[in-house]
Each structure stands twice: as C-alpha cells, then as structure tokens.
C-alpha cells in the first residue's frame, strides 16, 4: 500500500515538474476538440402526427373493408419514403436551391432519406419526423427545413390518398374497359359461328343439346310406359284368372237359396278384387272362404233346375275389356317412343363429326359469355367502389398535431461534447507530461532510487532558493494558473455561446 501511495505521489510530482508541458498539450487538445466540435452542423428535428379514420359503413357496404384500408394505409407509409417522394420534397424546399445536376439530386435523396420516418405509434396514428442539419444553413434555417420537411410529407401523404387512389381506379377501369372490348369481339365472332352453324344444321342446335334432350326426354317416357305397361299387364292376368274360376250362369232360386247366396259372395269377392284388393287381404280371404263353402250348397240346388246369368261374371268380363284396351294402347305407345328413340339415336350416330363440332362451338360461346358477365360484373363493382373512395376518400385523415418549429437541436449535444473535450484535454496534457517523466529518468522520492539501483540510499539534499528564485517561481505559477483559468474561461464563453445561439433560434 505504502509503495503504491510513494508511485502516486511520484506520478503527480512528475506531472506537476512539467506542468507547463501539461498545460500545453491541454490547449492544444481542447483548441482541436472544440473547432471540431463547433464545425458538427446542429440537427435540428420537426415532427407531426396524423390520425387514420378506418371506420365508414358506405365504403364496407360496397366492398371496401378496413383490411383493405389498413393495406392502403401500409402501402402509402411504405411509399411516403420513396426517392420519387423525397426527390419531391427536395425540389420543394430550400434543399433544391443548390441542385445543379442528377448527382447532385441523388445524394440529396439519400441523405434526406436518413433524416425522415413515419412511425406508427398505434393502429391509426402516425408519427413523421423529420430532421435538418446542413452545415451551409444557419440553425434558425435548418430549423424552419425540418418544419417544411414535415409538412411537405403530410402533403404527399394527402395526394397519394387522394390523387392516387383515383389515379388507381382509373388505369383499373380503362384496363377492364379494353378487355370488354376485346371480349366482346369475341363473343360476337362466336355467336355469329355458332348461328352460321345451327342455320345449316338446325337439328344440332346449342351444340346438339336439343337433340339429346329430346333423347333423353324420350328414353324417360319409355321406361314409364315400360313401367305402366308392366302393371297393366299383371293386372290383366288377375282378371284373366278370377274370369277363369267364376261361372258364366248360375242356378236359379229365391233369394234366400244357396245359389242366391254364392252369387252375392262372388259378386262382393269381385268387387274387392275390383278395388285392388290382393289375394291375401284379409277381407278376400274371407269372401273367398265363403264362395268355396257356397259352391258346393249352390252345386247341389242346380241339379234340380235351369241357371240364370251370373252378373259377377259379366262385371268381370267388362273389367277385363278395359284392361286390355289399356294394355293394347301402352303397347301402342311403346312402340312409337321406341321408334322415335331409335330415329335420334341413329341421327347422333350418323353425324359424330357435326355432333363434336356442336359441342365445340356451343362451348366455346358459353366460355366466352361468362369470361364477358364476369368482367362486366367486375367492372360495375370497381365503378362503384371508385365512386365512393373519390367521394367519401378511401381513408379519412387528420392532422393532430402539425409540423412543430424546433427550439433546441436534436444532435449534437454540445454542451456535454464541450465539457468532455476540456476533459479529455486536460487527462491528455497529464499524459503527456507523464510519459516524459517516464523516457527521462528523474526519481521524485528516494525509495524510488533506492529500488532502482539497488543500492541503500544515506539521505536527500533539499532545495534551497534565493529570494529571487522564489519570486520567479511565484511570478510564473501565476502565469500557469492564469493559463488554466483562461482555459476554463474559454470553455465558459464557448457555452454561454451555445445557449445564445439557441435563443436566437427560440
């Protein structure tokens, strides 16, 4: 500890034996470091904010959603930024005044595109900032550019919401415009192809789909007759057959007879079956039961006597003629869809050329005809929503709080920059002198000789001065300390300065 405290001593009495070496080299740092300092251009930073309206029930009626907004919102930030926009406001402030070349404008651009930004803050507000720092402008000039920065940027911001937005929906229309025309060329080439074709070939009009309509229409209507004639012919062969077990007379007797009796139940067992009763309802099965019990009692009274004619025969007989006409006149039918059935099939087989050709145009026009409704649908739509984005402005905007005139610079700090340089002067100067110290050897305390020659030191030998050493020495420490405190004065003027230069500005 001891030794460490002899080396701080040792150092500081070297610094202080050439202390005018010290102070030199802090003038000469602080002098550097301040001219460097004041030659950094003060940056002097405007900023605005703007609040996005999304909310608008007409333009979400007609199709033009907050996503949809949002996205031109993003698109315009995105662009806002570009070098055709920057190169705008280059030529409308005080920027332009020296361009003189394309060079020239392109450096501009990029440095002007370091010193803006359009920030959002939240969903739909954002922050423009813009910052001025020319070295040829003064800092109330620079001040007043960052200001018109801003508001040149707010301006763009409105034209390419507005203008640019009508701009869009114009190049969409006229592009959808000359489609239509186009298609509808098109279309027109078709129809009059397709009208040249069915005036030759009427039977494969709408590309033969008449044709196989009616085939189909046709070949439907036969599988119902088929059908039909099916049942008339099942019900034909009941009737045939309760025909075939019922007698054609029957014996005669009073009402009360057997015969009377089996005749009442063959007629009540007709009439059932007469109404589409099957065999194994149970009402027929009764009836039937009965007539077979009645025959044999009606058997044994017709052998003493003459019959009369059975009317449940008759009305049997009468049924089944009407079956049969029905029979005869949907084989009839049949006969006359299989023929028509026949006569278009072979026509499609007949013409497989024509027939593809058909489908072909037919195809062709129907393509064509909804490529042309589509578009036209489309166009209608973008008409509309152009409409109301021209109107009622596709995004709503207002500025919260306009460009501001800055007070004070941004950059650099230069008070503290002023101070860390009179710092760092005055720790280079004490450098300095210290690393002299150090390439001539000069021993401040003895235990430092002792240590460097490794021989035992016996004592030291003071300093003694003559009155007119003494009064030099006080004369010039006055100079050093006079010296040191001009230095600080300097750094005081240099700030009182500063804050001078800003209230100018204010």
């Given amino acids: 500890?001891?030794?460490?405290?002899?080396?701080?001593?040792?150092?500081?009495?070297?610094?202080?034996?050439?202390?005018?070496?010290?102070?030199?080299?802090?003038?000469?740092?602080?002098?550097?470091?301040?001219?460097?300092?004041?030659?950094?251009?003060?940056?002097?930073?405007?900023?605005?904010?703007?609040?996005?309206?999304?909310?608008?029930?007409?333009?979400?009626?007609?199709?033009?959603?907050?996503?949809?907004k949002k996205r031109d919102i993003e698109r315009i930030r995105q662009t806002l930024t570009s070098a055709v926009n920057l190169e705008k406001v280059v030529r409308a402030t005080r920027l332009g005044d020296t361009i003189e070349d394309p060079k020239a404008m392109e450096a501009a651009v990029l440095a002007l595109g370091k010193n803006v930004s359009v920030v959002a803050q939240q969903d739909n507000l954002f922050e423009i900032r813009a910052t001025a720092s020319n070295g040829s402008f003064s800092d109330a000039e620079n001040a007043k550019l960052a200001q018109n920065v801003a508001q040149k940027l707010i301006d763009i911001f409105r034209e390419e919401n507005l203008s640019g937005n009508r701009g869009e929906m114009a190049e969409s229309l006229q592009f959808l415009n000359q489609q239509l025309k186009q298609r509808e060329s098109e279309l027109e080439s078709a129809e009059n192809k397709r009208s040249a074709f069915e005036a030759r070939h009427p039977e494969l009009a709408q590309g033969g789909a008449l044709n196989n309509q009616r085939l189909e229409?046709?070949?439907?209507?036969?599988?119902?007759?088929?059908?039909?004639?099916?049942?008339?012919?099942?019900?034909?062969?009941?009737?045939?057959?309760?025909?075939?077990?019922?007698?054609?007379?029957?014996?005669?007797?009073?009402?009360?007879?057997?015969?009377?009796?089996?005749?009442?139940?063959?007629s009540d067992l007709a009439s059932m079956r007469g109404r589409g009763l099957t065999e194994n309802h149970p009402d027929v099965i009764a009836a039937r039961n009965q007539v077979n019990a009645l025959k044999s009692a009606a058997a044994a009274e017709s052998d003493s006597g003459g019959g009369m004619p059975n009317p449940a025969y008759a009305s049997l007989v009468s049924i089944r003629a009407e079956r049969m006409a029905n029979v005869q006149a949907l084989v009839a039918r049949k006969a006359a869809l299989q023929s028509d059935v026949a006569t278009m099939t072979a026509n499609a087989i007949a013409n497989p050329?024509?027939?593809?050709?058909?489908?072909?145009?037919?195809?062709?026009?129907?393509?064509?005809?909804?490529?042309?409704?589509?578009?036209?649908?489309?166009?209608?739509?973008?008409?509309?929503?152009?409409?109301?984005?021209?109107?009622?402005?596709?995004?709503?905007?207002?500025?919260?709080?306009?460009?501001?005139?800055?007070?004070?610079?941004?950059?650099?700090?230069?008070?503290?920059?002023?101070?860390?340089?009179?710092?760092?002067?005055?720790g280079g100067g004490c450098a300095a002198a210290f690393a002299l110290s150090k390439v001539r050897s000069v021993f401040a305390t003895t235990a430092g000789l002792e240590r460097a020659m490794g021989l035992p030191?016996?004592?030291?030998?003071?300093?003694?001065?003559?009155?007119?050493?003494?009064?030099?020495?006080?004369?010039?420490?006055?100079?050093?300390?006079?010296?040191?405190a001009a230095l600080g004065g300097l750094l005081v003027v240099l700030l009182v300065v500063e804050f001078v230069q800003r209230g100018m500005v204010a």
Avoid at 250 to 266: D, E, F, H, R, T
Avoid at 457 to 479: C, F, H, M
């Fill in 353 to 426: 050329e024509l027939a593809a050709e058909a489908n072909r145009i037919a195809r062709d026009y129907d393509v064509l005809r909804q490529q042309y409704d589509k578009l036209l649908q489309d166009r209608e739509e973008l008409r509309i929503r152009g409409e109301v984005k021209t109107e009622r402005e596709a995004v709503k905007f207002e500025v919260v709080d306009p460009p501001t005139t800055p007070r004070a610079p941004v950059a650099p700090n230069r008070p503290v920059l002023l101070i860390g340089v009179l710092i760092v002067g005055v």
């Fill in 1 to 68: 500890m001891n030794t460490l405290y002899e080396e701080l001593l040792a150092a500081m009495h070297s610094v202080w034996h050439r202390r005018w070496i010290a102070l030199a080299c802090a003038w000469a740092i602080c002098l550097m470091g301040w001219l460097a300092v004041a030659l950094i251009p003060n940056a002097y930073e405007s900023h605005a904010r703007i609040f996005i309206q999304l909310d608008d029930a007409l333009a979400e009626q007609v199709g033009i959603g907050v996503a949809d």
């Fill in 457 to 484: 030191v016996l004592g030291a030998i003071s300093q003694n001065l003559t009155e007119g050493a003494r009064a030099l020495r006080r004369r010039r420490l006055k100079y050093f300390y006079g010296a040191t």
């Fill in 217 to 266: 229409a046709a070949r439907s209507q036969l599988r119902g007759v088929e059908a039909d004639l099916a049942a008339a012919q099942s019900a034909l062969a009941a009737i045939n057959g309760q025909i075939a077990s019922t007698p054609r007379t029957m014996p005669g007797g009073s009402a009360g007879s057997a015969s009377a009796a089996l005749a009442k139940a063959q």
